[in-house]
C-alpha cells in the first residue's frame, strides 16, 4: 500500500487549493514589486528588501533591549539621524538650495 492510497479527494483538492493560492499570491506580488517605483531595493531584491525593511521598523525594539539608548551614537544620535535621512528619503520637507529668481 503506497501513501497515494490513504489520500482521498478532498484532501487532495486542499492541497492542490494551498498551493495555487499560494502560487497566486508569489505572482500577484512579483508584479506588484516589479511595477512599484519607490524604492529601488524592493524592486531588485524582493525578499531581502522586505526583510530590510521588517527589520528596520524592529530597530528600536531591539535597541532597547541589545544595544545603546537611541540617544547614545557616534558621531550622531539615532533621532538626529532620523531627522536627516527621512526627509531626503521621502522628500517630505526637502527645499533646494540655490536662487529663487529665474534666470
Same mark, same amino acid.
Given at each position: 500500500?503506497?501513501?497515494?492510497?490513504?489520500?482521498?479527494?478532498?484532501?487532495?483538492?486542499?492541497?492542490?487549493?494551498?498551493?495555487?493560492?499560494?502560487?497566486?499570491?508569489?505572482?500577484?506580488?512579483?508584479?506588484?514589486?516589479?511595477?512599484?517605483?519607490?524604492?529601488?531595493?524592493?524592486?531588485?531584491?524582493?525578499?531581502?528588501?522586505?526583510?530590510?525593511?521588517?527589520? &528596520?521598523?524592529?530597530?528600536?525594539? +531591539?535597541?532597547?533591549?541589545?544595544?545603546?539608548?537611541?540617544? %547614545? *551614537?557616534?558621531?550622531?544620535? /539615532? &533621532?538626529?539621524?532620523?531627522?536627516? +535621512?527621512?526627509?531626503?528619503?521621502?522628500?517630505?520637507?526637502? %527645499? *533646494?538650495?540655490?536662487?529663487? /529668481?529665474?534666470?
Amino acid at each position: 500500500m503506497s501513501w497515494l492510497e490513504g489520500i482521498n479527494f478532498t484532501t487532495s483538492l486542499v492541497i492542490l487549493l494551498i498551493m495555487a493560492v499560494s502560487i497566486s499570491i508569489v505572482i500577484f506580488m512579483y508584479f506588484f514589486v516589479r511595477s512599484q517605483k519607490r524604492h529601488a531595493i524592493l524592486r531588485n531584491y524582493p525578499i531581502l528588501g522586505r526583510m530590510r525593511y521588517m527589520f &528596520e521598523k524592529a530597530g528600536p525594539e +531591539v535597541r532597547q533591549y541589545l544595544f545603546n539608548d537611541d540617544n %547614545i *551614537g557616534k558621531p550622531f544620535s /539615532r &533621532e538626529e539621524y532620523l531627522h536627516m +535621512v527621512m526627509p531626503g528619503k521621502y522628500l517630505s520637507s526637502v %527645499i *533646494g538650495f540655490g536662487s529663487k /529668481r529665474d534666470f
